[in-house]
């Protein structure tokens, strides 16, 4: 079983930047798989970024690429996506979840952290 939980979501402007990380406990996170992925009101929860904590192999989004960038830690056990040139169209709930691959699946998640971005 893994735990997760999101921190560091909140109100910016356009152009900004934020930091997510997402802490896991639990069993071992250097097993899984680690993504992000956002859920904006009205609609479908949707795949930002992953990383492979084997080999820090990573896939994103094609709206987030050059924006976004994700990694992690190995020694503190957390994945971090830090995000710049924030658009009003990146606010949504960010999810952390942890998984088999790249693509998943994804059995664990955490609750998620409201990103807010004002135009």
């Known amino acids: 079983q893994v735990q997760l939980v999101e921190s560091g979501g909140g109100l910016v402007q356009a152009g900004g930047s934020l930091r997510l990380s997402c802490a896991a406990s639990?069993?071992?996170?250097?097993?899984?798989?680690m993504g992000w992925f956002r859920q904006a009101p009205g609609k479908e929860r949707e795949f930002v970024a992953a990383?492979?904590?084997?080999?820090?192999?990573?896939k994103y989004q094609d709206s987030v690429k050059g924006r976004f960038t994700i990694s992690r830690d190995n020694a503190k056990n957390t994945g971090y996506l830090q995000m710049n040139s924030l658009k009003p169209e990146d606010t949504a709930v960010y999810y952390c979840?942890?998984?088999?691959?790249?693509?998943?699946?994804?059995?664990?998640w955490g609750q998620g952290t409201q990103v807010t971005v004002s135009s």
């Open positions: 979840a942890a998984g088999g691959g790249l693509v998943g699946p994804y059995p664990y």
């Open positions: 639990g069993r071992t996170f250097s097993s899984y798989a």
């Open positions: 990383i492979r904590w084997s080999d820090s192999n990573t």
